[in-house]
């Protein structure tokens, strides 16, 4: 009886003294982000250069040629004779309002040109994507119905002004570089058009 004792204490203190293997927990895996979540990023962050470079681009040929349009029927050459006066551009209704069209499209695309550079060197402090959107989308479309707009009324008053005379020049000038503008316009219309229904539906 005792010699069974001493096993049992033996085969005890055996176990006891026995190493247990220590398990340590695999490190757990690192999280990945859900996959909508990196499609949307990555399409953000791949698409958003291109169009800043593109929006840049075209707001800065709409400041020039919005400047060139205004400037032209602002300063025309001074050809001037010993008996007559020459015209000027705010004596007709249809020739100053497409002056003013230009001046305010010239401080839009100022504007926007601003905020393009503030979003590149600030990464969007200066106004939120969903705002620039919005209000891009909005002024575009505006922008480019007084343009047309202004045009066409300055066209008729062109074919009935004479041709010898510095204000028909200027006039001209100004509706070309004003059609031109509305082409930049359009594209540009597009362009926030695009972004505009990407945010909405996509």
Same mark, same amino acid.
């Given at each position: 009886?005792k ?10 203190s055996?176990?006891?003294?026995? !190493?247990?293997?220590? #398990?340590?927990?695999?490190? !757990?895996?690192? &999280? /990945? ?8 990023a ?8 291109p169009?800043? %470079?593109?929006?840049?681009? +075209?707001?800065? +040929?709409? $400041? ?5 349009? %205004? +400037?032209?029927?602002?300063? &025309?050459? !001074? *050809? ?9 551009? #705010?004596?007709? /209704?249809?020739? =100053?309002?497409c002056?003013?069209v230009?001046? =305010?499209?010239?401080? #839009?695309? %100022?504007?926007?040109?601003?905020k393009g ?24 479309? $505006?922008?480019?119905? +007084? ?8 066209? !008729? ?7 010898? /005379?510095? $204000?028909?020049?200027a *006039? /001209?000038v ?6 031109a ?22």
């Amino acid at each position: 009886m005792k010699e069974r004792n001493d096993t049992v204490i033996t085969c005890g203190s055996m176990s006891s003294v026995s !190493p247990i293997p220590s #398990y340590s927990p695999a490190a !757990p895996p690192l &999280p /990945t982000p859900s996959q909508f979540s990196f499609s949307v990023a990555s399409t953000r962050w791949s698409s958003r250069p291109p169009f800043q %470079a593109a929006n840049l681009f +075209l707001r800065s +040929l709409t $400041l020039v040629f919005s400047f060139g349009s %205004a +400037l032209s029927l602002a300063a &025309p050459s !001074p *050809a001037k004779t010993m008996f007559r006066k020459s015209p000027s551009f #705010y004596n007709n /209704t249809n020739l =100053l309002y497409c002056f003013i069209v230009n001046i =305010l499209t010239f401080l #839009y695309a %100022a504007y926007q040109l601003f905020k393009g550079i503030c979003d590149i060197a600030h990464k969007g402090v200066f106004i939120s994507d969903a705002v620039s959107d919005y209000t891009s989308f909005i002024f575009d479309q $505006l922008a480019g119905y +007084l343009l047309i707009s202004s045009t066409s009324v300055a066209v !008729p008053v062109i074919q009935q002004m004479d041709h010898s /005379t510095s $204000l028909w020049k200027a *006039a /001209t000038v100004s509706v070309c570089m004003s059609f031109a503008v509305f082409l930049i316009i359009a594209i540009s219309a597009l362009l926030s058009g695009y972004k505009f229904c990407k945010r909405i539906i996509w």
